[in-house]
Nanobody, 116 residues
Framework: QLHLVESGGGLVQPGGSLRLSCADS?????????VKWYRQFPGEQRELVAG???????DYAHFARDRFTISRDPAKKTVYLQMDNLKPEDTATYYC?????????WGQGTQVTVSP
């Protein structure tokens, strides 16, 4: 069973960048998992931001396609979400989810605030 931990959130000015990290607290490899990043605005459902398949495929929500990059570092057993050119409307809590064999594992989320 995974215990995912997200990190890297914070306050950034518009146009700035953040890199979010997602890893298992017990250092389990995520190589065999599909890992996805979601975000959630207050009072709304989580929405998909980007996904990374175990075979190397990636997919992005339309708003993320030109500004965000999902990647993996197998050595560090971490999945990243590089977010560039951040906008105030990107302000949200960001979550990672790992999926394998019908099981879904969520992290606790990390807050991203984009404000002058």
């Amino acid at each position: 069973q995974l215990h995912l931990v997200e990190s890297g959130g914070g306050l950034v000015q518009p146009g700035g960048s953040l890199r979010l990290s997602c890893a298992d607290s017990k250092a389990t490899s995520l190589s065999f998992y599909t890992v996805k990043w979601y975000r959630q605005f207050p009072g709304e459902q989580r929405e998909l931001v980007a996904g990374s398949g175990s075979g190397g495929s990636t997919d992005y929500a339309h708003f993320a396609r030109d500004r965000f990059t999902i990647s993996r570092d197998p050595a560090k057993k971490t999945v990243y979400l590089q977010m560039d050119n951040l906008k105030p409307e990107d302000t949200a809590t960001y979550y990672c989810k790992a999926v394998l064999g019908g099981f879904n594992y969520w992290g606790q989320g990390t807050q991203v605030t984009v404000s002058p």
